[in-house]
């Protein structure tokens, strides 16, 4: 039987062991000489779906001012080149490069006309999420995944912050009936993100040259059932859309000093392709 002192030290062990693989996997900010560049497209292939839409039926005036009766749920949006907005692409496993700067307008959430501006968050690990609301009437911001938050903005243009402290995926909602707002944060670790613009493009730049696995990840886009949750304004039960489970595809990329290179990704409603090139 090991004695209790053999325990403590395979014990220690195990400590470093797990410290050390945690500090491997922490990211690191270098000075990049020669830095490349990842641009591409992500774009639909066949028939673009219908829209996925919720009829407004609260808060008329404020959260429908153009009158369209029903609200886009901005889980698919596809512009007329069939580019597909709202995808993250990124890279994986990177371990060491340039510092921190995604763009602070996908680190701020604005509550406006009842939607949630931008759809898509990026939130640097550790820092912090800006949100306000701009309507004269009551939103919650329900957050679920990498991190639970219930914030409730009774008044407008009032900003709070919360940090982000774990890494992942976080779910946006509101409970106070307004069922077609929806949004996503993704709390990341390192620079080197993207989200498509309305024609699918995207860019990544600073790369240290070498080779790395690009990833892009999308929502899930099909509504699958509605579920019935509790409307803290109203005190009733409504019912809301639930979607299917995100998905994500990844291809090898190599970065040269200087050089650019271009990922191409087709979605399609059964599967998605890729090509890759270099220039």
């Known amino acids: 039987m090991p004695s209790p002192r053999a325990c403590w030290l395979a014990v220690v062990a195990v400590c470093l062991l797990l410290s050390t693989s945690a500090a ?3 990211y690191r900010t270098i000075k990049v000489d020669d830095p490349g560049t990842i641009t591409g497209t992500v774009k ?5 779906p219908a829209a996925s839409t919720v009829t407004i039926n609260k808060d008329v005036s404020v959260c429908d001012p153009q009158s369209a009766k029903t609200r886009d749920l901005e889980r698919l949006v596809i512009g007329p080149n069939k580019g597909v907005a709202n995808t993250v692409v990124y890279l994986k496993n990177i371990e060491a490069g340039k510092a921190m700067d995604l763009p602070p307008a996908r680190r701020t959430l604005n509550q406006k006309s009842c939607r949630y501006e931008p759809h898509i968050l990026l939130v640097p690990q550790n820092d912090k999420l800006a949100i306000k609301s701009s309507d004269p009437i009551l939103h919650t911001v329900h957050m679920s995944g990498a991190a639970t938050y219930n914030l409730p903005f009774p008044f407008p243009d009032t900003q709070v912050e919360r940090q982000m402290s774990q890494p992942g995926i976080i779910e946006l909602r509101c409970n106070a009936g307004h069922v077609w707002m929806n949004g996503i944060v993704m709390v990341v670790t390192h620079p080197y993100y993207a989200v498509t613009d309305a024609s699918g493009n995207f860019r990544i730049d600073g790369v240290p040259p070498g080779q790395y696995v690009l990833v892009a990840w999308h929502e899930g886009w099909q509504t699958q059932v509605q579920a019935g949750f ?5 005190q009733t039960r409504i019912s809301r859309p639930v979607f299917s489970a995100d998905s994500t595809w990844e291809k090898p990329v190599n970065v040269t000093g200087g050089g650019t290179a271009t990922v191409d990704f087709i979605l399609s409603e059964g599967k998605a392709k890729l090509s890759a090139s270099t220039h």
């Open 44 to 48: 639909w292939s066949g028939v673009v």
């Open 24 to 26: 491997a996997q922490t």
């Open 230 to 234: 509790y409307d803290v304004l109203s």
